[in-house]
């Protein structure tokens, strides 16, 4: 038997070996670099993701035996991979431009960044709770600390607090959760686990398979930020700096959703209705009740929890419906969600200028000061709130054709009367944007990160409203495993 | 064989090239929008007795069986000249000195051109919901950036009614592709969706959901309650657009998916439907006559003239099917000109509030015999555009009901009175003492003004050529309807 690692595996793990590389190097970098290396160093961290990405395109996929109990190598594995370098290389490319308004030191962030994403692609190709976890941990672990970065803000470190607390306490559900199932069926792989299910003996271990289930269920939801157990999200989003803000409205829940579909589409696919019951009962209130508190709220950073909340509330019914489709259709509303967030919270990075973040008075007058960026916010604000032609409106209408067709009829009503609470937030900050300039308007240097985060969604959404199929069909193959 | 794809595909083009185009050149961008913005019916009129039957049909997103299906009959060959009119006309009417970024303006109207070409023409469902809102966000951007005082209000309460009114449409249209595909595989074909649709137990949801949506949009009294502020906080182009066209849209609306696709439904619903529609007649001329801004005024003439339409649409008679989808062209001409001088008043009074004027015929008499002109045909004298097709509304409807059609028929005259009480107030009466910005119109503006002219009174004196595009437009619906009921 064959148990070392050849060339291919570690090919096949290139992507989190050069991240680990680039976030080692970025900590040397700052302990030992010269003031010029230090400078240089947003742009030796956009080469790591870069090459890591390409690294994520191009690697083979490893069957070897001490890797494949832990890692999936599969298409779906690849897929998040590079999504989520993607999402690494947006946030980096904000975190730029946040050093280039607010003094702090670099190399950490990029560590703590770089660890995050590690964390993320550990989540999305995780084949046992084991690696799912230590995935979950290497992320919040590290968004923990960028949540306080600004030591000096007290609302952040309020919220890193906050934020430290209830991940804790999601983090132990999810870890008594795998010991329930364990317990139940005695392995924590994914691919045993809809043979184990099927197979269990008596009332007893269903019952603790089932409470384990709920408990996983219930730590995931936690991270998702999902109605009832969101009430983290607003202060923690609010009290973040916009960069570290920008990474978990999207990293974290495309993180969790990841987790979600790869355990429950995947894995664990139909195997018990009242599960689906389940996530479409939380569907519910987690639509109703962030559309309606979003209405009232004007601070961007705590706007975009909401915002991402409500979207939470629309990928869940994908989960609740289930099928072959659930798994492309969620992957489709998580890629527009992640790039029309990014692209808004790249204007918000270039607008940003105080550590209170953007308030919408803010945004007065911007498209007479940058019609650029009031282009990129207004086109990023109406693909969120689903106004077709943007490529928003597609990945609804995918969720709730989903959902029609698996006779979740509620769902789709309330997801639809929703959205005439989301279109009138999202639309009331761009008309605030298309209003006369104030008198005493700052004038923003420019700064060549956001633009080109923002040119980039721009021109992704400007095409995937035209031509959504090259996507569609990609993920389509992806999510087929 | 003409290609349909043109039409959509360059206004499109024009746009994009017209959002780039340099600052600093405004005069130049309006110029280059305008000739563009001409290209469609140039396009139009060179393949004129080609079109009928003309379509393409590309597998569009597999994924959710969307097609991008455009396909032209009669009725939507109607509604695609219309707009290839009207369109360049709105243009015409932007002062682009005055306003900034007049590129982004040419460059949003000439997108709605191309998705109102899209919506004309359109097959599939599905795509249709599409370019049904997607009309809404450059009417949304005209009014919000380059609208009056109150633009903002404006425009968040007109795209939050018509988002509002067809929220559901998305939950109806799922509806259609599920019911085709219990016998079959599932479409949002139009064709195909109009054999089936009524033989959902659900049809009369999916019937009213639709018809809120469109009833929203035209608006059918009492769904108008964003006309006043969108039409009056809109520039003059954007009032020329919203209710010029977009009111059509919503004509356009009922005649394709409630008519055809649940005709007995429509059939069933249709005299309540025309209670609404003759209500609203009445209160759009009465709220009108109370008016003391003219912009406004005009405004609710427009309810009360599109709420005219809808009862031609409402009667099952196809004398009244054709009358309607005529009048609904006039409707579009007459207020397009009308909202166009008002607007060239409005920048030489500087006030829309009639007490401001008096007189003013003395100084701009070309304006005035111009409006006047326009008045003529808006209260349907005989000769002009407006007469033949309220007459055959009214005909359609004798048929049905002789004391609904005199109760009707006195909203004639109260156009009349709210109309001249305009002319009266501010081109008549004593003269104001002059004011160098009364400043008559020159031969720009009458140049913008003559193919209106020139429509009104072609339509009004030789309306054959027109109504051999109305009547076999207005034959499917009611066709579809008599096979359903054989009287």
């Known amino acids: ?481 | 064989m003409p290609n349909l794809i043109l039409l959509f595909a360059v206004p499109l083009a024009s746009a994009v090239l017209l959002f780039f185009w340099p600052r600093g050149a405004g005069v130049n961008a309006k110029r280059i929008a305008a000739i563009l913005s001409l290209l469609p019916l140039i396009i139009l009129l060179y393949h004129h007795s080609e079109w009928i039957g003309t379509q393409v049909d590309y597998d569009w997103l597999p994924a959710i069986s969307m097609r991008f299906h455009l396909s032209v009959d009669y009725l939507s060959l109607i509604f695609l000249y219309l707009t290839a009119v009207i369109i360049p006309i709105s243009i015409l009417s932007i002062r682009s000195d005055k306003i900034s970024h007049p590129n982004v303006l040419c460059g949003l109207i000439l997108m709605l051109q191309a998705f109102l070409v899209g919506f004309f023409t359109v097959r599939d469902l599905a795509v249709f919901v599409i370019f049904w809102e997607a009309m809404l966000i450059p009417l949304y951007f005209v009014i919000n950036i380059w609208g009056g005082p109150n633009r903002q209000q404006a425009a968040l309460k007109f795209i939050i009614y018509m988002i509002a009114g067809s929220a559901l449409m998305v939950a109806a249209v799922l509806g259609l592709y599920f019911v085709s595909s219990t016998s079959g595989p599932g479409t949002f074909n139009l064709d195909l969706l109009a054999k089936v649709a009524e033989s959902s137990p659900y049809a009369p949801w999916l019937f009213a959901i639709f018809l809120l949506a469109f009833a929203v949009k035209t608006p059918l009294f009492p769904f108008h309650a964003w006309l006043p502020d969108a039409y009056c906080q809109a520039p003059t182009a954007g009032t020329i657009l919203l209710a010029g066209i977009l009111s059509k849209a919503g004509i356009y609306g009922i005649l394709r998916i409630n008519m055809e696709l649940f005709p007995t439904l429509m059939q069933l619903w249709g005299p309540v439907l025309l209670g609404f529609a003759i209500a609203g007649v009445l209160y759009g001329a009465f709220v009108a006559w109370m008016q003391t801004d003219y912009k406004r005024l005009i405004a609710y003439s427009s309810l009360s003239h599109i709420n005219f339409v809808l009862v031609g649409l409402f009667v099952l008679s196809q004398t009244a099917h054709a009358g309607a989808i005529l009048q609904a062209v006039n409707h579009g001409i007459t207020i397009t000109a009308l909202f166009l001088v008002a607007g060239w008043l409005e920048e030489r009074l500087g006030s829309t509030v009639m007490q401001q004027g008096g007189g003013l015929a003395k100084y701009m008499p070309q304006l005035c015999w111009l409006t006047v002109f326009f008045v003529l045909s808006s209260v349907a004298l005989p000769g002009t555009n407006n007469f033949i097709g309220e007459l055959m509304i009214l005909y359609g409807l004798f048929g049905e009901n002789p004391w609904l059609t005199a109760l009707l028929g006195t909203s004639i005259i109260l156009s009349v009175v709210y109309m001249l009480l305009w002319l009266r107030n501010v081109y008549f009466e004593t003269p104001k003492p002059f004011n160098p910005t009364f400043i008559d119109i020159k031969a720009r503006e009458l140049l913008i003004a003559l193919p209106l002219v020139l429509l009104v009174l072609w339509i009004g004196i030789y309306p054959a050529p027109v109504l051999k595009l109305v009547e076999p437009a207005s034959e499917k619906p009611t066709a579809v309807a008599n096979l359903e009921y054989p009287q």
């Not at chain 1, 990293?251 to 696919?269: E, H, N, Y």
Request: hydrophobic content about 55%.
């Open chain 1, 1 to 481: 038997m064959n148990i070392a690692l050849t060339q291919t595996d570690f090919a096949a793990l290139s992507p989190l070996l050069i991240l680990l590389g680039g976030a080692l190097l970025a900590l040397l970098v700052e302990s030992f670099g010269g003031t010029s290396t230090k400078k240089s160093l947003s742009y030796i961290v956009l080469a790591v993701i870069g090459i890591a990405l390409l690294a994520a395109i191009y690697a083979p996929s490893s069957n070897n035996t001490l890797l494949t109990p832990w890692i999936r190598f599969d298409s779906l594995a690849k897929l998040f991979t590079i999504f989520f370098l993607a999402i690494g290389l947006g946030s980096s490319l904000l975190a730029i431009a946040f050093f280039q308004r607010f003094q702090a030191t670099h190399g950490e962030y990029y560590f703590l960044l770089l660890s995050s994403v590690i964390g993320l692609i550990l989540i999305g190709t995780a084949a046992d709770f084991l690696t799912l976890f230590i995935g979950i941990e290497t992320l919040s672990i590290a968004l923990y600390v960028l949540c306080g970065y600004m030591k000096d803000w007290k609302l952040s470190n309020e919220a890193a607090m906050k934020y430290f607390f209830i991940g804790a306490i999601a983090a132990a559900f999810l870890l008594y959760g795998i010991a329930l199932i364990y317990g139940a069926i005695g392995t924590t792989r994914f691919d045993l686990l809809m043979k184990a299910y099927q197979t269990l003996p008596d009332e007893a271990s269903k019952a603790l398979f089932y409470g384990g289930i709920a408990l996983i269920t219930l730590g995931l939801a936690f991270k998702a930020a999902i109605v009832p157990f969101h009430a983290w999200a607003p202060d923690v989003y609010d009290g973040a700096p916009t960069p570290v803000t920008a990474f978990m409205a999207v990293g974290t829940k495309v993180g969790a959703f990841a987790a979600l579909s790869v355990i429950f589409l995947v894995f664990l696919p139909h195997f018990d209705v009242r599960w689906n019951e389940a996530i479409a009962w939380l569907a519910y209130p987690t639509l109703i009740y962030a559309n309606y508190v979003a209405l009232r709220e004007y601070q961007l950073r705590r706007f975009f929890a909401y915002s991402g909340i409500s979207h939470a509330g629309f990928l869940l019914i994908p989960l609740a419906a289930g099928g072959p489709e659930a798994l492309p259709a969620l992957l489709f509303y998580l890629v527009i969600y992640s790039i029309a967030t990014l692209g808004s919270f790249a204007v918000l990075a270039f607008i940003d200028t105080r550590s209170e973040g953007v308030m919408m008075q803010d945004l007065r007058g911007l498209f007479r000061r940058s019609p650029f960026f009031a282009s990129v916010l207004a086109l990023c604000l109406l693909t969120l709130a689903g106004i077709p032609p943007t490529p928003g409106f597609f990945a609804k209408f995918y969720v709730f054709k989903l959902a029609f067709q698996t006779g979740y009829y509620g769902l789709v009503v309330v997801g639809l009367l929703t959205t005439i609470l989301s279109a009138f937030y999202y639309l009331r900050f761009v008309a605030v944007m298309f209003s006369d300039a104030t008198e005493n308007a700052t004038v923003w240097p420019r700064s060549w990160p956001t633009i080109t985060l923002g040119l980039a969604s721009l021109i992704a959404i400007v095409f995937l409203s035209f031509y959504p199929s090259p996507l569609m069909n990609l993920l389509a193959v992806f999510g087929t495993g």
